[in-house]
């Protein structure tokens, strides 16, 4: 059984359920108001999930040109070893540097990646991390992937490319269109 739920801003509910309707978007169980976070966000999409969903996929809708492929391998892996993610091989030399802005190391590239969505978990997982961390200053982890690191649990990295942008800026989407047309 697949289905989405859709966490939305409160005041964008009605709207989603009409673009829901219009596009005959029939995998959509529901549409949650989300929280003032991501991880709040995930959280009410959460408790939506029909309880017989053995593998929850989160992927974030500042995302618009994940394929299919990957999310397929990723929930599959999430499946076979409990929690999994998209990311693709940092290609830039990386740099850390101390709250100065001086450069205190030059980080391995090859061993660093820059994790994208979707991200996938084995649902017993998920609701661990989020029973164990809710309200912790440690739940505002920037992903999933980070939220279940804190209970113990290590992610496997399914490779995507760097073609995953997430749009957050006037430029990326100027970036996201021009992909699209190529």
Not at 26 to 54: D, E
Not at 60 to 68: C, G, K, M, Q, S
Not at 140 to 149: F, I, N, P, R
Request: net charge positive.
């Amino acid at each position: 059984m697949a289905e989405v739920v859709l966490a939305v801003h409160r005041g964008d509910v009605a709207r989603a359920w009409a673009l829901v309707r219009r596009y005959r978007c029939r995998k959509v169980r529901a549409v949650v108001v989300g929280g003032a976070t991501r991880a709040a966000s995930v959280y009410q999409g959460l408790q939506a999930v029909s309880p017989g969903i053995r593998v929850v996929a989160v992927h974030d809708a500042a995302r618009p040109l994940v394929t299919p492929d990957v999310i397929t391998r990723v929930i599959a892996t999430a499946a076979r070893e409990g929690a999994a993610l998209a990311a693709a091989p940092m290609i830039p030399t990386t740099k850390l540097v101390d709250r100065g802005g001086r450069v205190v190391a030059t980080l391995d590239r090859h061993r660093l990646w820059a994790a994208q969505t979707p991200q996938a978990f084995r649902r017993d997982l998920l609701e661990t991390a989020y029973r164990r961390l809710r309200g912790r200053a440690r739940w505002q982890a920037t992903d999933e992937s980070a939220l279940v690191e804190q209970c113990g649990v290590r992610s496997r990295i399914v490779e995507d490319t760097p073609r995953n942008v997430k749009v957050t800026m006037p430029e990326d989407l100027r970036i996201a269109e021009a992909l699209v047309r190529a």
